[in-house]
């Protein structure tokens, strides 16, 4: 970022700021008695949230909006003062929320803006009138708890949006239809992917056959990529007694993540949030040495994490996931090379997702968690962060280093990305394990015949099913690779006499592994031709009198390409090529 970009964010944020104020103002001149929270600036605007005596309606945001903009018309200024704690709480006795926020402040002075008729705390800056307030749109109104806790009350957030300009605000706009349009959950809707079922439970996915294809052709892949690299695959169970995640330290570091135990003829059982300890057993289960190491262990484990009902978000947080897991037992000696292993694989997928929105990220612990948030081994902290450093400097692996992220056993290389609208998250991860080899008294004799403890590293760089497919299913608006889609052909028979033709095609190219249906409805073509572009099916083959009669196929493509007649045989071939070179369209 430039300094003059620098400038610009920074004057921006400061409007948005001023815009919380004002639109808070017009809140309260519609509901006199509004009681008021807190109100940012955010990423591309602002909120402020609100007790109110009714709930809003999207109907209120216009009038809400109309009544900003005659506030910013009108160009009052901002007006900054300091006053005792004890006049700040005689000016909001009527405020039980700003009571408690005078309360916390550690100076006898408490900074204040007003503008018009509202007065506030802020520590400031503020424009220095509301006429400085250029291009604004009220997006949304949501739910949020006073101070993000659940036992509190709950209050009404309205989100809004602020620009520099009205070209940048369409733009802006513009982006976030497309988001809707990808989201997806939207989508996963309408492709049929998944759906999610009170009965069964929040955050409890049920995958719909376009789904399971999708599934499984993601774990086919990691099949074929970790055979090639070296890992052996293993299953293991769906929960443990609660002693195993005593020892690998998931209790109490992990507890309030964990569902509650059963309790089955005494003994109490958990879900596993985790492969790692049954990983750690199979290494255990036999005497190994330095001849067998590396080791890799790799497993597609369902586990199960109970994320706070606030927190669960379509397929990007859940409480069943199908972990892309695997842990890798080296010796020191072969830490650098098996860890940017690791990394140099993560690439080699976000090629074949043509991901290009990533960054390296490498979460550290703080001295400060030691013994509650992460394992009391501060040599051991500082070690592994300074060989997962070394491992990315030689390798020439970009990064950047954040503090207080880490696992509690070790430091690890998170990567995050850029989903199609925006939202940057954790797709996959790297973690160093310094700790669970103690703890299960894991060894390995050395060449010189004594006994070592291997180093742990975790790696998923997949992340889960859920999360991946929901990126993806952004990431490519629904419309997935030939490779991955769940139809890949989907024959068009124009009328009900071409229909034995259809089947035969159908049976060919089912018979090369091609995913491949007929469209057998008595409707018009064209309607038919629209339902397979809705559904993205990569390839629509047609059929009518003259193909039938000289024996070959029309191919449209769903970006509405289409191609010239051509025999079966090379469209098998073309689409068995797409599907092996994971192309997105026959080239």
Sequence with gaps: MTVSEGKKNEKLEVMRHSAAHVMAEAVQSIFHDARFGIGPAIENGFYYDFDLPRSLTPDDLPLIAARMKEIIASDVPFIHQEV?????RRLFAAQPYKLELIDE??????SLYQQGSFLDLCRGPQVSSTGKIKAFELLSIAGAYWRGDEHRPMLQRIYGVAFDSEKDLAEHIEHLEEAKRRDHRKLGRELEIFIFDNEVGPGLPLWLPNGGVIIEEIEKLAKEMELKYGYVRVKTPHLAKEELFR????????AETMYPPMEVEGVRY????????????????KLRSYRDLPLRIAEYGTCYRYEKSGELLGLMRVRSMQMNDSHIYCSEGQFEKEFAGVVFLYLEYFKIFDIKEYYMRLSTHHPGGLGKKYVNNPALWLKTEDMVRKAMDHNNIPYREVADEAAFYGPKIDVQVKSAIGQEF??????VDFAQAESFDLKFTNEQGLEERPLIIHRAPLGTHERLIGFLLEHYGGAFP???????????PVADRHLDYAYKVEAELAGAGIRVKVDARSERINLKIRQAQLDKIPYMVVLGDKEVEAGTISVRLRSGEQRSAQSLDNFKEATMMAIIKKLNELE
């Design 105 to 110: 402040i550690p100076d006898e002075k408490v």
């Design 247 to 254: 020892r690998s330290g998931h209790l109490p570091y992990y």
């Design 84 to 88: 005792t704690k004890e006049e700040a």
């Design 270 to 285: 958990y879900l596993k949030p985790m492969n790692c300890p049954m990983h750690h057993k199979i290494f255990a289960s």
């Design 426 to 431: 954790t797709l996959a991860t790297n973690q």
């Design 482 to 492: 030939v490779w991955l889609a769940p139809v890949q052909v989907v024959i068009i």
